[in-house]
């Protein structure tokens, strides 16, 4: 006799896409010497939802065509977008962390929720100011920018409380940073299978994804910002220590950049890295001077290298 399945079940909204205009401004953060970022309008605060539910309520609706608990993926897009209407804070956590409470609150068939933002950036667009005698930001017109991006994550489960965060994940993700002279990659393994010849001078083009957890809720939800970290700082440090250190390899460089984000935040409890090598092979070099080079696509396939950093936060630690 054949076995009953298991059921592992979830269903959802995917690219929620949200357009707010005149978002509370983002303000209070700290500053930190490698980045200029202490604010952000919010005058356009774009962004997209996934929204995924879980739950055994759902099953009838697998097993039996017994839509009586589902709610429709369409009514979350419309959840979600009314609730981008009526947030009044200035950051994807906060907002994913009013959002998720609302969704379990109102549906109690929800049983657990992951919800995912992913920033659509813009940004400002410099004009003349009157008189045409010096450029400054226009206030109102944004160029959208096919750039990196901030993400945030947050998952949800009901408890005795009321619902409570299980997960949280904050990131930039997207950069693409290409270093043309103070990166090494020499003394590795050398066999059979060795053509890569050694460089102790070579233009590492990387793409790069941050991702952060704060050891503690408080942090990144709310209005008190002074332990939010914005992910436009986070960004800038790993362009400054990218600038500033001569790297052995990328496995070398991305520890350096977790080193400076762990000094810079003490409220993050672990940072994580993927990087790819996107380092373009060099194809030729100028006889009359060798800093002068050519270089182009490598082979397809690409290296990737992953570290994960954590520490134990305590909650008393100053910022
Ligand atoms: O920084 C690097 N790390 C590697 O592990 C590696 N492997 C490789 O072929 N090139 C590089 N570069």
Redesign the pocket.
């Given at each position: 006799m054949s076995q009953e399945p298991t059921y592992a079940i979830s269903y959802g909204k995917m690219h929620v896409p949200v357009y707010r205009v005149y978002a509370q401004p983002l303000a209070g953060i700290q500053p930190i010497p490698e980045s200029l970022f202490t604010s952000r309008s919010n005058t356009l605060w774009a962004f997209e939802v996934d929204v995924e539910v879980f739950g055994q309520n759902f099953l009838p609706a697998y097993t039996e065509g017994d839509n009586s608990a589902v709610v429709a993926t369409d009514s979350m897009k419309n959840f979600v977008l009314r609730e981008a209407l009526d947030y009044t804070g200035s950051t994807l956590e906060d907002f994913l962390y009013v959002l998720g409470q609302h969704f379990l609150d109102t549906y109690e068939q929800m049983e657990r929720l992951q919800l995912t933002a992913r920033e659509l950036p813009f940004s400002l667009v410099p004009v003349p100011q009157r008189g045409y005698a010096s450029f400054t930001e226009s206030g109102i017109l944004f160029r959208r920018t096919h750039d990196d991006y901030a993400v945030a994550e947050l998952s949800f489960e009901r408890s005795e409380r009321g619902p409570v965060v299980t997960f949280q994940r904050s990131g930039r993700v997207g950069l693409e940073l290409l270093k043309v002279t103070g990166?090494s990659?020499t003394r590795?393994v050398q066999d059979e299978y060795t053509t890569?010849p050694e460089r102790v001078d070579r233009p590492?083009f990387v793409y790069l994804d941050v991702h952060w957890k704060y050891a503690h809720h408080e942090d990144f939800v709310g209005r008190d910002l002074a332990r939010y970290v914005a992910a436009e700082q986070v960004r800038d440090v790993v362009q400054v220590v990218f600038h500033e250190f001569v790297?052995?390899?990328?496995?070398?460089?991305v520890h350096e950049i977790g080193l400076r984000l762990f000094q810079r935040y003490p409220q993050i409890c672990e940072l994580s890295f993927a990087a790819q090598?996107r380092?373009r092979d060099q194809i030729s070099v100028s006889e009359s001077d060798e800093k002068i080079r050519v270089y182009s696509d490598p082979f397809s396939a690409y290296?990737l290298?992953k570290l994960t950093l954590q520490r134990e936060v305590r909650m008393t630690e100053e910022v």
């Open positions: 990166s990659f590795f890569l590492l790297s052995e390899s990328i496995q070398h460089l090598n380092t290296g290298i």
